[in-house]
Nanobody
């Protein structure tokens, strides 16, 4: 069983930045594909960033140029750097690990408000 734990959420003003972290257990973390999703109240969960085992990344247009996903395989951790945050980025952010099976974290709240 892979444990996935997110951290780093909080309250930030519009235009500000936050960095989320996601640590996943297991000795083969480097083989995991890792994703960040978010879910706002009353909306479906949506993908905001993807990184595969080779380091290739992908983003939807809504966050491209503002969000950056990266990974540190020595720490079993993936990061989401979020810049130029907008109120519409407010959501619970979830980390997902995938290797044969899918593992989700519990989520971390991000609130963008003045």
């Amino acid at each position: 069983q892979v444990q996935v734990v997110e951290s780093g959420g909080g309250l930030v003003q519009p235009g500000g930045s936050l960095r989320l972290s996601c640590e996943a257990s297991g000795s083969i973390f480097s083989l995991y594909a890792m994703d960040w999703y978010r879910q706002a109240p009353g909306k479906q969960r949506e993908l905001v960033a993807h990184i595969d085992s080779t380091g290739r990344t992908d983003y939807p247009d809504s966050v491209k140029g503002r969000f950056t996903i990266s990974r540190d395989n020595t720490k079993n951790t993936v990061y989401l750097q979020m810049n130029s945050l907008k109120p519409e980025d407010t959501a619970i952010y979830y980390c997902k690990a995938f290797y044969v099976q899918v593992y989700w974290g519990q989520g971390t709240q991000v609130t963008v408000s003045s």
